[in-house]
């Protein structure tokens, strides 16, 4: 189905290497999220947009870098400064509207490190 | 600091019997609360809000400010229940989520 996708669903990243994930939403959504997920923690908000060519950090945005030149497109960047990359991460879409909107998450992209 | 509370890790009861996932949450201003539920090879998808007080598949919750909890509840748990249960907080109708850490529940045939 449509909505939410993100790629790849598996990603290496060497030592000292930036890589990028994909998150791509036909929604027609305004706001998109990008979480981590580590085993037996919740999911933590790394940054957000709320619009095109704007973007907010969120609690744990050291080490990551984020573009939202496109309502669509709203790719992760993990850079070589964050020291603890392994985990799974969630991109996630919401309309623009009053209140907390639901947000609607892709199925994730995994990470490991070489 | 905010937080969401989810102390119980997995949550095991036998298809039939009464079902709540416990959920607390500290914040002092305006919250809305949210319960997201992710099951087996599907994606996270919002169960319910509780600015809606309806119920969905079965499962119901309110909040209770006094005792700052967001309980999810199911009167007759069944197998098709068994997923990974997420309480999640807004603040002040912020577009940001703090989630708990989760609760797996697994219903029993």
């Known amino acids: 189905d449509g909505g939410i996708t993100q790629s790849p669903k598996y990603l290496f990243r060497k030592e000292g290497q930036n890589v990028t994930l994909s998150c791509e939403q036909n929604l027609n959504h305004d706001a998109m999220y990008w979480y981590r997920q580590d085993p037996g923690q919740g999911l933590r908000l790394i940054y957000y947009?709320?619009?095109?060519?704007d973007f907010q950090k969120g609690d744990i945005a050291e080490g990551y870098s984020v573009s939202r030149e496109k309502k669509e497109s709203f790719p992760l960047t993990v850079t070589s400064a964050q020291k603890n990359p392994t985990a799974f991460y969630l991109c996630a879409s919401s309309t623009w509207g009053q209140g907390n909107q639901p947000q609607h998450f892709g199925d994730g992209t995994r990470l490991s490190i070489l | 600091a905010q937080r969401v509370t989810q102390p119980e890790k997995l949550l095991s009861v036998f298809k039939g019997a009464p079902v709540e996932l416990k959920c607390n949450y500290s914040y002092s201003g305006s919250p809305e609360l949210f319960w997201y539920v992710q099951y087996s090879r599907q994606r996270l998808q919002l169960l319910l809000r509780?600015?809606s007080r309806e119920s969905i598949k079965g499962f119901t919750a309110d909040l209770n400010k006094g005792e700052t909890s967001f309980h999810l509840k199911k009167p007759f748990a069944q197998e098709e229940d068994s997923a990974m249960y997420y309480c999640?907080?807004?603040?002040?109708?912020?577009?940001?989520?703090?989630f708990g850490s989760g609760t797996r529940l697994l219903v029993r045939p």
């Open positions: 509780h600015i």
């Open positions: 947009s709320q619009i095109v060519n």
């Open positions: 999640a907080l807004s603040m002040d109708s912020s577009y940001k989520l703090i």
